[in-house]
């Protein structure tokens, strides 16, 4: 046999060591919407719990509001930039094709040494981006991996759209994952279901949008809202059930429950589904926030705790699920 290659010996827990969000200065009422879509204030917060949403002006660009929520984040967990090993960004906003938003992102730091790159998991991308962190951490591949959720929906989103409109919003979220004496991110559950992609797409391909006979125009998100919110009530409690099962733990043990901020009624038929304790506090970012995909829960985890809801050491839930479809949830230690 030739010489056996060496790998990164080292297998350690992982933690989730700081957390940061970044929201568009704009809060923007549902009274700024609803004449447009022909919609109300009532409808759209019985429906979906949205009183406002927040949305980035020219200079709160996806790379921006990165950079801030990760200086957050990397203050809260107590390190420097040059000690980030990977930054990995989840968005579906980044209108560049290449370079990554996750190679500007580091430059700005000042992790210049960081590897660097961009993800597509839509809604589920933090939850995507925290278990790809917690394997790199375990396995000595990174010391420390910043996982950035950031989105700028408000660019895709066809404001004419009765079903998109009132519901996508902008923001960033961002997470320091690093090694950790005890376990605190526990094992992912996720997957896709891609026979279900047309259910949130963007319309069409940059190609088709750019050189359609009527002129170019952007490639919009559409979505069958109803199909959608029917598939994560029901099949999403039951992916949550998994990651609590795979932590180990039950869900009388949890403090927090982080889901998506896709809609209200779907947090709640989850909740109820999964038979949570009223003693589980339950993320209601949406409210003010919208649904902002992949910085959702982040910026979710970033409120509960300004607001004393949540505190560091707290058992939590997160579940992220979206376009493709895909998903994925893990129990993990609040930082
Ligand atoms: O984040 C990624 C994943 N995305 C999601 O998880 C979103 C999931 N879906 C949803 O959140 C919900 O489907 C929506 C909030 C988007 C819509 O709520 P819904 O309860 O599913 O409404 P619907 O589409 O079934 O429409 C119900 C009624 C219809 O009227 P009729 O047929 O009952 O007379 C619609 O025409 O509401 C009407 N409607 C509206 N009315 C006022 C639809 N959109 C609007 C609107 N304003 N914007």
Known sequence: MT??????????EAAIRGIGGYRPARAVPNAEIVERIDSSD???RTRSGIASRRWANDAETVVAMSVAAAGKALAHAGITPDQVGCVVVSTVSHLYQTPSAAAEIAHILGTDHAAAFDI?????????????????????????VLVIGVERLSDLTDQTDRSTAFLFADGAGAAVVGP?????IGPV???????YLDLIRQREEWREALFAPEGPRIPHLVMQ???VFRWASFEMAKVAQQAIEAAGVTPADLDVFVPHQANMRITDAMARAMKLPDSVVTARDIVEQGNT???SIPLAIERLLETGQARSGDLALLIGFGAGLVYAAQVVRIP
Do not use: H
């Open 180 to 184: 950790s004496e005890e376990p605190a």
């Open 189 to 195: 559950v996720w997957g896709s279901d891609g026979q």
């Open 293 to 295: 995909s992949a910085a």
């Open 3 to 12: 010489k056996a290659i060496r790998t990164n010996e080292q297998v350690r």
């Open 120 to 144: 597509s998991a839509a809604c589920a991308g933090f939850c995507y981006g925290v278990a790809l962190g917690a394997d790199m951490v375990r396995s000595g591949t990174a010391e420390y």
């Open 225 to 227: 809202g109803n199909a």
């Open 42 to 44: 009532d409808w759209i």
